[in-house]
């Protein structure tokens, strides 16, 4: 069936990816129309639940360039030029995430974020339906149910396309579950978060540098704080769920200030609303969603968190789900059919999606154990250095991962050759001074084809 402008393509979900996707299929003519189950954030205030922060890299920014959003967003956004750390000791260095200010992250705000992607796509001629849940597809009719959970309405949609931007929890993918062999597979990490915030300082300004994305690493578990345009950081504590230390290990709000004041001393007098935020915020579990299969022939298609939820340890989720957007849309416009276009999204996209699942786990204990570990140090030199000698040849795994768009498989697989070249030519040295230059040049052109 081949699809045309004028066919309605249904999507559920109006977050970040599925506003973003209404506005790049409204713009090529086709029209679209998205069920959100929240209500207008515009109207109601927006309903979090998640992170209030994120971190936009290349990918985001090249999505949103591609919508005509760049400028709207990136004038709410706080440049974060590397990593803070701040060790058990005391004291804090910055490690820089690339060579200069022209290689740099940004957090922006989630809410603010999905309000200028809605006005977007309704601008584009998206029309958006709010308060109304995904509540069960009949495939075979190609008919959708939505009820609204307020007033407890329901209406049936008949749709040519139904495309699943609704998040970890997807109605979509549920609906899919009986009709087709997802191989669906959940590994929860065991680690569960729980956010702080860092208010502005007496005069209003931040109370720490706000150019970096700032680590208090403690081997297993660590805080990390993203700056927001209102001079304040939200702070997010990653711990075990079980174990010592862990969440289950603080019981209440004495131990978890105990805690506090003895493993992240130097950030505590940054909490002034500590009691309150610990009472009132909750503890939010973790873990990664991997499928086999993402789409049913024409009919559906599943993209972002829906198909591929991820531990937040890379500042990546959003970046690939914007990804995905712009991959799905250029298939929709190249193909002769939906069931060629979903085929063609998912072969391109699924080895992706696994490659940065598998960077954030590994990030994570990056963070967490190694971001203040002398091995670790001396390796990060040296891979600057190397860089640098051989541009195009040796680029650094997370310059590749947030500073271009090559794929994120390819990023994976020559960090790891990369990674291998670092750990030899620094093992048994101390410091740059004592590295062999020139077998380690030997080895980058032995191993690595130009980019």
Known sequence: MQPKPHSPITIAGAGLAGALLATLLARRGWAVEVFEKRPDPRRKGYEGGRSINLALAERGLDALRQAGLQDVVMAQAVMMRGRMVHPPGGGEHLQRYGRDDSEVIWSVHRGRLNIALLDAAEAAGAKIHF????????????????????????????????????????????????????????????????????????????????????????????????????????????????GDPSFATLPDLAAARDFFARDFADALPLLPDFDADWTDNPVSGLGTLSLKRWHLDGRAVLLGDAAHAMVPFHGQGMNCAFED????????????????????????????????????????????????????????????????????????????????????????????????????????????????????DALVHERLAPL
Not at 184 to 202: M, N, V
Not at 339 to 354: I, K, L, Q, S, V
Not at 411 to 432: C, M, P
């Open 131 to 242: 308060s109304h849940r995904l509540d069960g597809v009949d495939f075979d009719a190609r008919r959708a149910r939505f009820v609204n959970d307020h007033d407890r309405t329901a209406r049936e949609l008949d749709f040519e396309a139904l495309l699943g931007c609704d998040g970890a929890g997807s109605g979509v993918r549920e609906a899919l579950r009986p009709r087709l062999d997802l191989g669906e597979r959940f590994e929860p990490l065991g680690h569960g978060y729980k956010e702080l915030e860092i208010p502005p300082a007496a005069d209003g300004g931040f109370r720490i540098e706000p150019n970096a994305l700032h680590i208090w690493p403690r081997g297993g578990y660590m805080c990390i704080a993203l700056p927001n345009t209102e001079q304040t950081f939200t702070v997010t504590l990653f711990l075990p769920m079980q």
């Open 325 to 440: 957007c712009i991959a799905l849309d250029r298939h929709i416009a190249a193909a002769a059919d939906f069931e060629t276009a979903f085929a063609g999204f998912e072969a391109e996209r699924r080895p992706n999606a696994d490659a940065i699942q598998a960077m954030a786990l590994e990030n994570y204990v990056e963070m967490r154990d190694r971001v203040d570990d002398a091995d670790y140090l001396l390796q990060r030199k040296l891979e600057v250095t190397l860089a640098e000698r051989h541009p195009g040849h040796f680029v650094p795994r997370y310059s590749m991962v947030s500073f271009t768009t090559i794929p994120y498989a390819t990023a994976f697989e020559r960090g790891k050759v990369q990674r291998q070249i670092l750990v030899e030519a620094t093992r048994g040295r101390a410091s740059l001074d004592e590295v062999d230059f020139a077998a380690a």
